[in-house]
């Protein structure tokens, strides 16, 4: 599958080949706390860097120096140059192993909105990785894309960045990637552009009347969008004081979210057809009202409540106010705790969704309509993976939301994942790739990307792989039926 798309030589699949220590910049220029602004301006001149790492009296690394804070810290702000650095560099120092590949030094610069990470290797700090490395290394790179994204000051400008995302898509396609890292990298920079969306927004609507935090749930709450997909957010906002910072509340952030709703749309995220959006007031609420959604969800099971909570118990703060979020999951793993009718329910409904094989190991197709001889790879492959490692981590409290991390955390704890932990991912990773490439196939040619794939176009080994993983999923819906048997029906 990898081979197939690689089109482009050895150089373009750098990113993920190249170990970060082979790239970084060996000899680290540092200085000590007691360096003046103008000290470190002047050695990083001579040695024509970028960056000045700040050490202590032990010689270890307290903060770094680089030349946009010279720039924006410094001649801005008309600082003093006789000042000691310490009172410009940054002390968040963001670091990477010297044995990780470069994509995850990608990663963590998308992540962080650095220029500039430090390389460690066994513990002690042996160079500098820096963007204008990486683009020498790639020849292009999705920082600049989230550089862009960052310069812009109206929402009109974000929109021909935004429909860039796809063509990243396609260069880690063509650089080899796995499912998990194209994921991974096109969730970093769909966060950073709902980020300056909503920064943008606010800076219309004003400052809000309390703290609140924008969740997002479905594919986008797990890190697992690949192309554009509905909006699915919310608002979660800090509990009002008084009766009238409620109303305060209510009107403001109605306001913000339908503003923010409408530059999501502007930059390519239709509205959700079943209305899962902080714009509709449901799910626009303080922090008490969503504990007590979530509670009665669990303790009234009914087809809508199981449809609520598979939909936001994958819910991952993006902007705002973290510790809302963080509470709220708090307090659901607690609430999910030991209560086997409501993961009864969830248990029916991962069983229910059964794989499209047939008695004697054949696909079972669409028989008629648009999509007849096609297989639903979402419904009937990614869906009931998903919905069967959400229920093992509700099981044991895991908080990771991530299909991936979520079998990680269930490994060591958890009956059934520590014997197919392994055929999981690779179940999950393979799936999730042979739909990545139909979908990027479409939209290339200028279809609208759906979740339908003919079987008789993949190779013989795709086709024996497909069934294996669907088998993998038989195999463990059998066990859940046994795990749960009182509950199933």
């Known amino acids: 599958m990898q081979n197939r798309t690689i089109f482009y030589g050895g150089s373009d699949r750098l990113l993920f080949t190249t170990r970060v220590g082979d790239v970084a910049t060996k000899k680290v220029v540092s200085t ?10 002047m050695i990083m001149a001579d040695h024509r860097v970028s960056s000045i790492v700040v050490t202590d009296r032990n010689d270890l690394p307290v903060g770094i120096v680089t030349d946009r804070d010279l720039r924006d810290k410094v001649v801005a702000r008309g600082r003093d140059f006789s000042e000691t650095v310490t009172g410009i560099m940054s ?20 992540r962080y909105s650095i220029h500039h990470i430090l390389v460690i290797s066994e513990g002690v700090l042996t160079g500098v990785l820096t963007n204008h490395d990486l683009m020498m290394l790639q020849g292009t790179s999705p920082l600049s894309l989230t550089k862009d994204i960052e310069s812009q000051q109206a929402v009109e400008g974000l929109v021909p960045v935004s429909k860039k995302i796809n063509g990243i898509v396609g260069l ?9 890292n194209i994921t991974k990298v096109i969730t970093e920079i769909n966060d950073r552009l709902v980020n300056k969306v909503l920064e943008l927004t606010e800076r219309k609507v004003g400052r ?14 797990r890190q697992e969008q690949t192309f554009k997909t509905d909006q699915d957010n919310a608002i979660v906002y800090a509990d009002p004081a008084t009766p009238e910072e409620a109303e305060a509340a209510k009107a403001y952030f109605g306001a913000f979210s339908r503003a923010a709703q409408e530059s999501l749309m502007q930059c390519g995220f239709p509205r959700c057809p079943a209305d899962f959006m902080a714009s509709n007031p449901t799910w626009c609420q303080p922090l008490r009202t969503w504990k007590r959604y979530f509670s009665s969800w669990i303790a009234e099971p009914t087809p809508d409540a199981v ?25 659901l793993v607690a609430a999910v705790r030991d209560q086997k009718v409501f993961l009864g329910h969830l248990a029916n409904m991962a069983v229910r969704n059964t794989p499209p094989i047939g008695f004697l190991q054949s696909f079972v197709v669409e028989k008629s309509g648009e999509h007849k001889d096609e297989l639903n790879m979402k419904v009937k492959g990614i869906a009931p993976l998903v919905d069967i490692v959400r229920l093992f981590a509700l099981e044991k409290g895991v908080r990771e939301t991530s299909t991936l991390e979520r079998i990680e955390r269930l490994r060591p704890v958890h009956t059934i994942m520590e014997e197919h932990a392994d055929d999981f991912e690779h179940a999950f990773e ?10 990027y196939e479409q939209i290339r040619t200028g279809a609208q990307p759906d979740n339908f794939l003919n079987p008789k176009s993949l190779s013989n080994l795709e086709r024996r792989s497909l069934k294996e993983a669907f088998g993998l999923i038989s195999t463990v819906q059998d066990l859940l039926i046994e795990r749960y048997k009182s509950l199933i029906w």
């Open 32 to 41: 000590p706390e007691d360096t003046t602004i103008q000290e470190a301006a």
């Open 91 to 110: 002390t968040s120092l963001i670091r990477v192993d010297a044995r990780d590949f470069c994509f995850e030094a990608v990663l963590k610069m998308i």
């Open 172 to 180: 880690l396609l063509h650089e080899g990637a796995k499912a998990s």
């Open 208 to 221: 809000p009347p309390v703290p609140y935090c924008w969740v997002v749930f479905g594919s986008e709450g």
């Open 307 to 331: 449809l609520n909570s598979v939909t936001f118990f994958d819910f991952r703060p993006v902007y705002g106010e973290a510790g809302l979020a963080e509470e709220l999951r708090d307090f």
């Open 430 to 439: 393979f799936i999730m790739l042979l739909r990545i490439h139909h979908q």
